[in-house]
């Protein structure tokens, strides 16, 4: 009985440390502090936020924007597979900027439910990548 308690326990605390599970919604933004095409630094800014939804414990849909300094904004769609709790893929259609990025990424978790993000993406369309920092906060 005692060892049923046991790993009973042990159970529960994992899923209390999962980043993340079914249902759960997650806010994000980040900035862009690398990317192909900026002419100097704080020549063009570009910061982007989103809202995921995890359909499973490790695939989550999303929808947010994206903001430029130089050009137009953009709405975005897409979506990120986790490998594990802290690394994943994405893939986002970028719609007014007509273009589509997919990339990867890696989550530190600063608390349960805030995350310190860095990921990376390829614009396939205009062919050029950034690296984003950002912070995601899990609602559970």
Known sequence: MRFILVVAFILGLTNLAAA?????????????FIKTDNPGLFKKSQIGFEVNYFV???????????????Q???????????AND??????????????VAIGGGYAKALTQYLRLEGMGDFYVNSTEFGV???LAYVIK
Not at 21 to 32: A, N, P
Not at 72 to 82: E, I, K, P, Q, V
Not at 86 to 99: C, W
């Open 20 to 32: 993340q599970s079914t249902g759960d919604v997650m806010l994000g933004g980040g900035l862009d």
């Open 56 to 70: 499973v414990r490790h695939f989550a849909v999303g929808l947010g924007g994206e903001i430029w300094s130089n």
């Open 72 to 82: 137009n904004n953009s709405f975005t769609m897409g979506a990120r597979w986790y």
């Open 86 to 99: 802290n690394v994943f893929l994405k893939f986002k259609g970028l719609i007014g900027a007509n273009d």
């Open 132 to 134: 984003r920092i950002g």
